[in-house]
């Protein structure tokens, strides 16, 4: 994505918007805009933040080249001037962000942006395209993950993917949210994640018979040979021919250290039992039995409820689509103006009859409350940024919507942690992006704070997410204020 400018990667509104604060005397007022989500995906008890080095590169790389100007010029709504001006933009902000791998909940910004009006206009679009689309995947491949029980789960969907990029991203979101592998061979390189695959049924169509395919595999792949045994008859052919290949690799003295079955159609419950049985029987206990198929959390949760002997998932379409679910719902919002006499932020907020979609004004930071004790997730607090808390004070936690709702805190009963870190400053990048597997590492700590009913796929609890006492007040009075006008 570094090598691509992507400036253009914009909505035609973003430029309009931007030529109308140019020409507009004093309009281009330093802002506030939160990138945020409303809804989990899938009804799921938390969502999965990536996409953040990729938002890096672009902001890193925001420029028109003289081809941008030219097409612009084309469209035939913006004036010389400001296409002259177009020719040294750059970003000159500042913006925060929560760490990739991070787990996060509706209404709390992802990304903050604090920056010229133009600026913060323009790199909207581009945000909510990369964070929308890898958050999507990342939570989808977390149930995924969670469906298998400790198994391993290889991501195998490039080639149902919309398009090359959703791909390449894809499989990155999904290496962070737990999976082991991908069949990407493009993001195994781009980002150093591991690479895993088999063979296809063609491999075994195109030798004569189905033994001498699995020798010749075999033979090749000593070390990693998982052999597809669905091609002809699974029980009475494909089975039989693989334990009869792991015998011969036994008797040569080579080592059977990841070797296996992959089972890729039919009914994969009473398959995989009847395969543990033969291979089981032969002394190859410790097999690999792989399955694929069209593969999802219900389905993989459903196998696993019926005692398959599956211990390898390869998911492909559902997992890189996020097909039962397949947008993100993150929108970007207006938080805060500058006022240049008295240098402080101006609140604002938008209104809406539904009470969703009112939105959080100011300048806010977010905090993790975590039981100390326990060290899982007790809330998140949303709070402005010169709020300031002490560990051993109380701290009153209610419902922003049913304000009777109250959990108190006694001190030293709880840690805190602030999710919104720097990551641009005056438009130089101040943060550097942790490596995928390093970020998977993170991901699955950050998991391991989340109480097991708020990661069950189904009605899963919900954690809340309080606003401080004066964002709130704040909030009311903005509402009084737009109410009584």
Same mark, same amino acid.
Not at 224 to 241: E, F, M, N, Q, R
């Given at each position: 994505?570094?090598?691509?400018?992507?400036?253009?990667?914009?909505?035609?509104?973003?430029?309009?918007?931007?030529?109308?604060?140019?020409?507009?005397?004093?309009?281009?007022?330093?802002?506030?805009?939160?990138?945020?989500?409303?809804?989990?995906?899938?009804?799921?008890?938390?969502?999965?933040?990536?996409?953040?080095?990729?938002? =890096?590169?672009?902001?890193?790389?925001? @420029?028109?080249?003289?081809?941008?100007?030219?097409?612009?010029?084309?469209?035939?709504?913006?004036?010389?001037?400001?296409?002259?001006?177009?020719?040294?933009?750059?970003?000159?902000?500042?913006?925060?962000?929560?760490?990739?791998?991070?787990?996060?909940?509706?209404?709390?910004?992802?990304?903050?942006?604090?920056?010229?009006?133009?600026?913060?206009?323009?790199?909207? +679009?581009?945000?909510?395209?990369?964070?929308?689309?890898?958050?999507? #995947?990342?939570?989808?491949?977390?149930? =995924?993950?969670?469906?298998?029980?400790?198994?391993?789960?290889?991501?195998?969907?490039?080639?149902?993917?919309?398009?090359?990029? *959703?791909?390449?991203?894809? *499989?990155?979101?999904?290496?962070?949210?737990? /999976?082991?592998?991908?069949?990407?061979?493009? /993001?195994?390189?781009?980002?150093?994640?591991?690479?895993?695959?088999? @063979? *296809?049924?063609?491999? #075994?169509?195109?030798?004569?018979?189905?033994?001498?395919?699995?020798?010749?595999?075999?033979?090749?792949?000593?070390?990693?040979? #998982?052999?597809?045994?669905? +091609?002809?008859?699974?029980?009475?052919?494909?089975?039989? @021919?693989? #334990?009869?290949?792991?015998?011969?690799?036994?008797?040569?003295?080579?080592?059977?250290?990841?070797?296996?079955?992959?089972?890729?159609?039919?009914?994969?419950?009473?398959? !995989?039992?009847?395969?543990?049985?033969?291979?089981?029987?032969?002394?190859?206990?410790?097999?690999? =039995?792989?399955?694929?198929?069209?593969?999802?959390?219900?389905?993989?949760? !459903?196998?696993?409820?019926?005692?398959? +002997?599956?211990? !390898?998932?390869?998911?492909?379409?559902?997992?890189?689509?996020?097909?039962? /679910?397949?947008?993100?719902?993150?929108?970007?919002?207006?938080?805060?103006?500058?006022?240049?006499?008295?240098?402080?932020?101006?609140?604002?907020?938008?209104?809406?009859?539904?009470?969703?979609?009112? +939105?959080?004004?100011?300048?806010?930071?977010?905090?993790?409350?975590? !039981?100390?004790?326990?060290?899982?997730? =007790?809330?998140?607090?949303?709070?402005?940024?010169?709020?300031?808390?002490?560990?051993?004070?109380?701290?009153?936690?209610?419902?922003?919507?049913?304000?009777?709702?109250?959990?108190?805190?006694?001190?030293?009963?709880?840690?805190?942690?602030?999710?919104?870190?720097?990551?641009?400053?005056?438009?130089? /990048?101040?943060?550097?992006?942790?490596?995928?597997?390093?970020?998977? %590492?993170?991901?699955?700590? %950050?998991?391991?704070?989340?109480?097991?009913?708020?990661?069950?796929?189904?009605?899963?609890?919900?954690?809340?997410?309080?606003?401080?006492?004066?964002?709130?007040?704040?909030?009311?009075?903005?509402?009084?204020?737009?109410?009584?006008?």
């Amino acid at each position: 994505m570094s090598q691509r400018n992507l400036t253009l990667l914009t909505d035609l509104y973003e430029l309009t918007m931007m030529q109308g604060y140019f020409h507009a005397e004093n309009a281009n007022e330093t802002v506030i805009f939160d990138a945020f989500f409303r809804t989990n995906p899938d009804g799921n008890g938390f969502s999965i933040a990536a996409g953040l080095e990729q938002v =890096i590169d672009y902001v890193k790389n925001l @420029h028109f080249d003289q081809e941008d100007i030219n097409y612009l010029r084309t469209v035939g709504l913006f004036t010389e001037d400001f296409l002259e001006y177009l020719k040294t933009f750059r970003f000159t902000g500042d913006i925060y962000a929560v760490p990739e791998g991070t787990i996060v909940f509706p209404r709390e910004p992802l990304i903050k942006v604090i920056a010229p009006i133009m600026q913060a206009q323009l790199v909207e +679009t581009a945000i909510l395209n990369i964070i929308n689309h890898q958050s999507l #995947i990342a939570t989808k491949a977390s149930r =995924i993950v969670h469906a298998a029980r400790n198994d391993g789960v290889m991501e195998f969907g490039l080639r149902r993917a919309q398009g090359p990029d *959703a791909g390449i991203y894809g *499989a990155r979101a999904a290496m962070i949210a737990g /999976c082991i592998g991908t069949s990407n061979v493009l /993001c195994g390189q781009m980002f150093n994640v591991p690479v895993k695959g088999t @063979h *296809a049924h063609s491999w #075994i169509m195109s030798f004569p018979d189905e033994l001498t395919a699995f020798r010749t595999y075999a033979k090749l792949y000593p070390s990693a040979c #998982i052999l597809l045994v669905d +091609t002809y008859d699974t029980l009475k052919s494909g089975v039989p @021919h693989a #334990i009869q290949v792991f015998k011969e690799m036994r008797e040569a003295g080579i080592p059977l250290t990841f070797y296996g079955i992959r089972l890729d159609s039919g009914d994969l419950a009473y398959l !995989s039992k009847e395969a543990k049985k033969m291979l089981d029987a032969e002394g190859f206990t410790d097999a690999v =039995i792989s399955a694929s198929n069209d593969l999802d959390e219900h389905l993989i949760s !459903s196998l696993k409820d019926q005692g398959a +002997t599956i211990n !390898s998932w390869g998911v492909g379409t559902n997992l890189i689509t996020s097909k039962d /679910c397949p947008s993100f719902g993150g929108v970007y919002k207006l938080a805060a103006i500058l006022d240049r006499d008295t240098g402080k932020f101006i609140p604002k907020i938008k209104l809406s009859e539904n009470e969703e979609k009112i +939105t959080n004004p100011g300048n806010k930071t977010i905090y993790r409350i975590y !039981s100390r004790e326990s060290h899982k997730v =007790i809330a998140d607090l949303i709070c402005l940024v010169d709020e300031h808390y002490d560990e051993t004070n109380s701290l009153l936690l209610f419902d922003p919507v049913a304000t009777w709702k109250k959990t108190l805190l006694a001190p030293g009963t709880y840690t805190m942690r602030e999710l919104l870190i720097p990551i641009f400053k005056d438009g130089v /990048c101040v943060y550097e992006s942790p490596k995928v597997m390093e970020i998977r %590492e993170y991901c699955q700590k %950050e998991k391991e704070t989340l109480w097991e009913e708020t990661k069950r796929l189904v009605n899963p609890h919900e954690v809340h997410v309080d606003l401080s006492n004066e964002l709130w007040h704040m909030k009311q009075q903005l509402l009084d204020d737009y109410h009584f006008e």
